[in-house]
């Protein structure tokens, strides 16, 4: 029972970290309503500080690349021992992500060319695309460590642990001269470094080193936890897991060494309750429920904004929606309606997608993702195509889905990004709107177009 038990809970751990995120973002997302009609979406971390304290539950992306590597491990092993390369298996890994971003983008483009075809406020739509692509700055991040796993798994065989620290090590190094070049370029290396540590303690998770070391797990872990409290009190670092746009120093973007300890600490805290977990999912009832997450994660994670933008429209716009000042207390206590009503239009947006779903697994079925990639040429062309992937999605996470659209409203007029003191309110790894988008207000003049939001 030991290996089902584990998997099981490694489904629980990426299934899980989805919900959190979709539940972060739905948490933090601000519309106000203003008398002349116009909305604004004030960012809830810089407006109401406490709540950057909620970032230490919503940051979970760790636990997504602990479970992820560990996947990724068993995988890689077992293709590699039934004579596959390292070519195909990377190929099949990509393809099981981008066939899903592909579906999610073009129906997500086909809807917004036909409502600029029927004349919709371009303002509007480049809002709307951006809405719509916030989520992809995990997406190339994910596919460059994935690349990377044969070289990182060979790493973690031959020197164990020590190849983790190595990583952890480096990206202090990339951290400092980040810190010291107030934003070089340098810095941008610790968007795989940071989140390969977490993805490498899934190998020793995965062939059997670490789980039985409670011992060194709960040093890690508190030396984890104790030297986030010590960069956050007396360090550069903000307790914000997510970039706010009223603090100079962020600690997602790039991921800080502030960002590497929280990743131990949490990562060394997901292997400690291992035990615990694996035997309580034992039960069939408790894993049923489980078991759809995975089904359906990724659906989740690409279209969780799109019941935003519905509710937006449905009551905001309408004046349905009670506004409370944002941060009080009955704001907050509007909180629990305002999630139980995006999940409804969630539950209604999935069963929609039920035949594209189907569709998927048949495409993926037949183009074999997983079949080896013969010769030097079909390697390159291969390598190039990712290549190009992880760009367009970097660029795209970056500028929305609405090519050539500027800011605008849901109104008909024009989106204002100024630098106002409504600063965008940010998610749990993803800013909603970003910083650089502060103060973002629904008007009718005409717009600016600002800087592009960051990777984070």
Known sequence: MGGV?????????????????????????????????????????????WAQWLTLVFQIMPVFFLAGGHAAAGSWRRHREGGGGAAGWVRGRAVRLLLPTTAYVGIAVACLAAARAAGADPGLLGTVGWALAMQFWFLPVYLVVSALTPWLYAASRRWGLASTAALAALAVVVDVVDLAGHGSPVGAANHVLVWAVAYQLGFGWEDGRLPGRRPLLWTVAGCGAAAFAGLVAYGPFPVALIRVSTEEVGNTDPPSVAMLAWVLAQCALCLLAAPAMERALRAEWLWRLVRPLGRVSMTLYLWHMVPVLAAAAAF???????????????????RPVWIAVL?????????????????????????????????????????????????TLTVRAGEGLAAGGHSGSLDGGGLRRGNGPGAASAGPHGDFPPPGYRDLLLTGGHSRTPDPPPLI
Do not use: N
């Open 343 to 391: 999940t409804l239009f969630l539950l209604g947006l999935l069963l929609a997608l039920r035949p594209v779903e189907r569709g998927l697994l048949r495409v993926g079925r037949a183009v074999r993702p997983q079949a080896e990639v013969r010769g030097p040429l079909a390697v390159l062309a291969g390598l190039a195509g990712l290549v190009c992937a992880i760009g």
């Open 5 to 49: 038990d584990r998997v099981r809970y490694v489904d629980f751990l990426r299934g899980a970290a989805i919900v959190v995120v979709v539940l972060g973002h739905w948490v933090i997302t601000a519309l106000v309503r203003h008398p002349d009609g116009t909305i604004s979406a004030p960012e809830l971390l810089a407006t109401v500080e």
């Open 316 to 334: 905001y716009l309408t004046d349905v929606a009670p506004e409370p000042p944002v941060g009080s207390g009955v704001w907050w206590a509007w």
